[in-house]
Every structure is written in C-alpha cells, then in structure tokens.
C-alpha cells in the first residue's frame, strides 16, 4: 500500500533562517506531488506541484522553493523566513496515470517568530 | 484555471439530524473529478467521497452522499444522522487536466448534542 511521510510535524523557527520541509511517498511510481499551505485554519493555496523529477510548477510568487530529487521525494525550501511565511503545511500525492484523489501527509506547523 | 467556491464559512447540526454542505465550481475540462474532504481538529485531510464528472449518478458512502448538478456546476453534500465524530472542517476540491487539485475555502460543521 501507498503512504506518505512529512515532517516535522511542528517547527518553529527565527525570521530570516532558512526552512526545509521533506516528504517522501512509499509504494507507488511517478506521483504527482503537491505542497499546500493552510493559513489561519482555512482554505488550501497550493504552492508548489511537480509532475517529475526536476519539473516544478509555482502557483504562487512568494518566499518559497521546492525541489523534487527522487521520484518520491518533495522538498519545500526557504532561504530566509518571514513572519508571514507562519501557517500548517500539508503534502500531498495522486497517481500520475489519470485523474484520482490526493493523499495527504499529516503536516507540518511553521510558526516563524 | 478552475476554482471552487464554499459559501458557507459554518454550519451548524444536530445529532441524527441532515445537513447539507454547499459548492460549486467552473472549470473548461470535459473531463475532471470531485472531492470533499474532511478535516478533522487533529488536521488530517480525509477523503470522505468522489464524483466523477461523467457519471450522473450522484456518489454515496454510508452516510454521505452528493448532490451532482453539472449544468449548474454544483457538488453538495449530504450528511445524513449526523453524529459528534463529523464535526471538522470540509473542502470541496475539483482536480482536473493533468495536475492540479483545487480547493475552496472550507465550511466548518459543528455537531451539538
């Protein structure tokens, strides 16, 4: 069976210190990965989805950056933190072959101080 | 570019009564799919049920179950005898083309005695 890891699960972490969260799928090939963040207990802006090794997609400008080495490996990075950078994070995956529903890691709590 | 809209920021239900969650979308695809998610106070995202948009037969699972208008382009939900363990955040999400899953803002539901 498919699983999905991330952490941590909780950081918090000085302005202007760089950040980087990991998440790696298990059991299944070509994912598509996905980071999400979730502000103030609301809705999901997706940041970053890639559709294969090297190939990353923004959907937002902003402080962030993600990374995808392994086939199952997504990595969101930040060179320096900023207040606003604060919120829960959450990966995700779905199959690459066809239209199917994204698993989610548990998440990650970002406080920035 | 999809998006998908939740005008109802809270609802609330009692204990073994129905409540209906509302959502509707715009997209181009032909051919795409539609999600709610649960997400309970531990900020799991949970699949709860799935719509494929060519079938016109509305999806159930247990006690939920949806109401597909395509025309309209509206996915409601249906919780019928509502219990305590339902109260969490729901997300109606549409995923279509080849990688992108959207999210609307969320409604909470809260489940009183």
């Known amino acids: 069976s498919q699983t999905i890891h991330q952490w941590p699960a909780t950081l918090v972490q000085p302005v202007g210190s760089p950040l980087s969260l990991e998440c790696t799928v298990e059991g299944t090939s070509n994912p598509n990965l996905y980071w999400y963040r979730q502000a103030a207990g609301r809705g999901l802006q997706l940041l970053f989805y890639?559709?294969?090794?090297?190939?990353i997609s923004s959907e937002v400008p902003q402080n962030l950056s993600a990374s995808r080495p392994q086939d199952r490996q997504f990595i969101l990075s930040s060179k320096k933190l900023l207040l606003s950078d604060s919120g829960f994070y959450l990966c995700a995956w779905s199959s690459g072959q066809g239209i199917t529903e994204a698993f989610f890691g548990q998440g990650t709590r970002l406080t920035v101080v | 570019a999809q998006t998908v809209t939740q005008s109802q920021p809270e609802m609330s239900v009692q204990e073994a009564e129905t409540v209906t969650l509302s959502c509707t979308y715009d997209?181009?695809?032909?051919?795409?799919?539609l999600f709610w998610y649960k997400q309970p106070p531990s900020r799991q995202m949970i699949l709860v049920i799935r719509q494929e948009a060519y079938k016109q037969q509305n999806a159930t699972e247990n006690r939920f179950s949806v109401n597909f208008q395509k025309a309209a382009k509206s996915f409601s939900l249906k919780i019928s005898d509502s219990q305590l363990g339902d109260a969490a955040m729901y997300f109606c999400?549409?995923?279509?083309?080849?990688?992108?899953?959207?999210f609307g803002k969320g409604t909470m539901l809260l489940v009183s005695p």
């Open positions: 997209t181009s695809e032909s051919d795409y799919y």
């Open positions: 890639s559709v294969g090794i090297g190939q």
């Open positions: 999400a549409a995923y279509s083309g080849y990688s992108t899953l959207t």
